[in-house]
Nanobody, 124 residues
Framework: QVQLVESGGGLVQPGGSLRLSCAAS????????MGWFRQAPGKEREFAAC????????YYADSAKGRFTISRDNAKNTVYLQMNSLKPEDTAVYYC????WGAGSANFKSSDYWGQGTQVTVSS
């Protein structure tokens, strides 16, 4: 049974940092691209970052560049999202996803492998 379990969300002040984790099981983690998406209230789910199978290539949304860092540990079947300099507009539910095909958002959206999400709230 495939499981993606996010953790690490919470309430943080503007300018603060959070590190999200996503623990994967039930599939060959190292064979999958991993991604983070987010969905703010009333908005569509949007791409934040993704990483290739070996971790050598990363991709970011413009809103995440320079502030977010995605990484993975294939030995631990876990993908991370380090978020720094957080802004109120980063408030959203953050989801991790997996796909075996490639880095594009469409690949993730075609996949059935999604977590349940973790809430990130940036507020003073």
């Amino acid at each position: 049974q495939v499981q993606l379990v996010e953790s690490g969300g919470g309430l943080v002040q503007p300018g603060g940092s959070l590190r999200l984790s996503c623990a994967a099981s039930g599939f060959t983690f190292s064979s999958y691209y991993m991604g983070w998406f987010r969905q703010a209230p009333g908005k569509e789910r949007e791409f934040a970052a993704c990483i290739n199978r070996g971790g050598s290539n990363t991709y970011y949304a413009d809103s995440a560049k320079g502030r977010f860092t995605i990484s993975r540990d294939n030995a631990k079947n876990t993908v991370y999202l380090q978020m720094n300099s957080l802004k109120p507009e980063d408030t959203a539910v953050y989801y991790c996803a997996a796909n075996p095909w490639g880095a594009g958002s469409a690949n993730f959206k075609s996949s059935d492998y999604w977590g349940q999400g973790t809430q990130v709230t940036v507020s003073s």
